[in-house]
């Protein structure tokens, strides 16, 4: 680790820019379908359809990353959602292999904060209309 | 050496030696990283998406539509800077007085260990699930080993978590 300690000094603070392309930010680009690097092409009307109530417009999704360890998003879902485990794992790997979630319904305040608590703890979280 | 240990309901962690320095040391970089993105957007009403990738991970869009996603930064980027950043304040003081992890500081250790590792994913060029990276110099192969080995921290951190809730269920049910 003292040659790790020497190797990465200062390394956080200087951005690899001239390595950095586009599909390195987490942007959305819109178009026929969704692509959304580095997530996976996802169809968005089957999961929204079955989720779709019309007294609670709105929806977060959680979208898949290659850092975030299995056991931490579970972790997460069960402790800020409240979800058991079986609920918590099954969302987990929902967005694993979807590459997306929705986690919850609801009023779109709601969603805002939950999707700020999501990016607290490093989840990356979207806030949409159900029917969007 | 960082090792976590549970004492009944307690989780213990000890923390010295190199792998302490480098811990703080990234500690300190990160923080200076965020301090410096709010510093920049003081003042402004809308700020942007940062244009740093890892700051970009780290303070995501939140919605799809460039101006309502702008709108919903102005209104929860500040509190999601200062969270962050009192993490990464509780685990430099574990690492000054390391012991007993309390309920917070242990939330502060999984997300702020999240953080760094999400901030180095972001420098490697990791994108896809199972993606190493891109680079091979010596700094490269240093960051991926730091980058493991936040990994195996915060796993860790979560077995002991799960073991003292599963332990502590257990105990409910006699």
């Known amino acids: 680790m003292a040659v790790v300690a020497q190797l990465v000094e200062r390394w956080l603070v200087v951005p690899d820019v001239a390595g950095s392309s586009p599909v390195d930010r987490p942007t959305f680009h819109s ?45 997460v879902f069960r402790t800020y959602f409240g979800y058991t485990r079986a609920e918590a794992e099954r969302l987990m790997l929902l967005v694993h292999h979807e590459g997306r979630a929705i986690v919850a319904t609801g009023p779109r305040e709601e969603m805002e904060r939950h999707t700020e608590a999501m990016h607290e703890y490093g989840l990356w979280a979207t806030v949409a209309k159900a029917d969007a | 050496m960082i090792d ?68 919903l930064r102005a209104l929860i980027e500040p509190g999601l800077v200062s969270a962050k950043l009192a993490a990464l304040d509780a685990i430099a003081g574990t690492i000054a007085a390391p012991g007993v992890l309390d309920r917070d500081a242990e939330r502060a250790w999984l997300t702020g260990l999240n953080d760094l590792r999400l901030t180095i994913a972001t420098r490697l060029g990791i994108e896809h699930d199972g993606d190493a990276g891109r680079g091979e110099t010596d700094a490269d192969l240093a960051l991926r080993e730091v980058y493991h080995w936040l990994g195996m921290l915060q796993q860790q951190l ?3 978590i799960e073991e003292r809730d599963d332990a502590t269920v257990a105990e409910g049910d006699r």
Do not use: C, F, K
């Not at chain 1, 009307?45 to 975030?68: F, G, I, K, S, Y």
């Not at chain 2, 302490?20 to 500690?27: F, G, I, Q, Y």
């Open chain 2, 4 to 71: 976590i240990t549970r004492r009944g309901d307690d989780l213990v962690i000890a923390v010295d030696g190199v792998e302490a320095t480098v811990l703080l040391d990234l500690v300190e970089q990160l923080g200076g990283m965020l301090r410096g993105r709010a510093a920049a957007v003081a003042g402004i009403e809308l700020p942007m998406t940062p244009d740093d990738p890892a700051l970009a991970r780290l303070l995501p869009d939140g919605m799809r539509d460039d101006g309502e996603a702008r709108a």
């Open chain 1, 31 to 75: 178009g026929e379908g969704a692509v959304v690097s580095p997530m996976v092409e996802v169809d968005d009307r089957t999961e929204l359809a079955t989720e779709h109530r019309l007294d609670q417009p709105w929806t977060t999704t959680v979208w898949n990353d290659p850092v975030n360890l299995m056991s931490y998003v579970t972790h």
């Open chain 2, 158 to 160: 979560l077995d002991r």
